[in-house]
């Protein structure tokens, strides 16, 4: 079983629609929860974490973490043009600096004016 | 806004030889990290260098990768001897030592090696 299972899409959606975004895993272990953005021909950009289960919200996005399903989510409410691009999960058991991040293959959005 | 830099953008090299791929974190940061992506893959972490040696590797690093810092600036990735399987997006990432917080890492643009 892989270790971080994501959706690859492509998802499109129409101007202001809600987008869900998802992995699940299969390490118990992990305890941190990343989802990184990234633009074409460019690095990943961090957008939000957290810690263990629970939710966070960040303007219009949020971040949610299920661990007992071992499930978590990134909802973009109000969709723009600008948030296409390719979304990331990332995850770790400990966060030092040296942990290494285990990333999803990625989920690539579309948000269509 | 401070970034990391990555040289080449696109670096094309033949079967067997070898390449630098390089890097120049953050200045004030001191972890730094390459990851790879080949096309249609996830990224995937390879090492990460703290303190002037490795810390953490991947079974991908193997003996014919290499890493260095050989200034205060740069950080270099060396593949001794390229197979085609290296073919891939390079990034380099960089972050603060956060005591024990999150510690963002802030990736480059990354360089593509195609190997041919």
């Known amino acids: 079983q892989k270790e971080v299972e994501q959706d690859p899409g492509p998802l499109s959606v129409p101007e202001g629609a809600i987008v869900s975004l998802n992995c699940t895993y299969s390490?118990?272990?992990?305890?941190?929860f990343m989802w990184y953005r990234q633009y074409s021909r460019k690095g990943p950009e961090l957008l939000m974490y957290?810690?263990?289960?629970g939710n966070k919200e960040d303007g219009r996005f949020t971040a949610q973490v299920d661990k007992s399903s071992k499930y978590i989510s990134l909802f973009i409410r109000d969709s723009q043009p600008s948030d296409s691009a390719t979304y990331l999960c990332a995850m770790s058991a400990l966060l030092v600096g040296n942990t290494p991040l285990v990333f999803g293959k990625g989920t690539r959005l579309s948000v269509i004016a | 806004e401070p970034e990391v830099t990555q040289t080449p953008s696109h670096q094309v090299t033949q079967m067997g030889q070898e390449v630098i791929l390089r890097c120049v974190p953050i200045?004030?940061?001191?972890?730094f990290y390459w990851y790879r992506q080949i096309l249609g893959q996830k990224v995937e972490f390879l090492v990460s260098?703290?303190?002037?040696?490795?810390?953490?590797k991947s079974e991908i690093f193997d003996d014919q990768f290499s890493v260095e810092r050989p200034d205060g600036s740069n950080f270099t990735l060396k593949i001794r001897s390229t197979k085609l399987e290296d073919s891939a997006m390079y990034f380099c990432a960089s972050s603060e030592d956060g005591g024990g917080g999150l510690t963002e890492a802030f990736f480059g643009q990354g360089t593509r090696l195609t190997v041919v």
């Open positions: 390490n118990s272990a992990f305890q941190y």
């Open positions: 260098f703290y303190n002037n040696e490795i810390s953490e």
């Open positions: 957290t810690y263990s289960s």
């Open positions: 200045s004030n940061h001191l972890y």
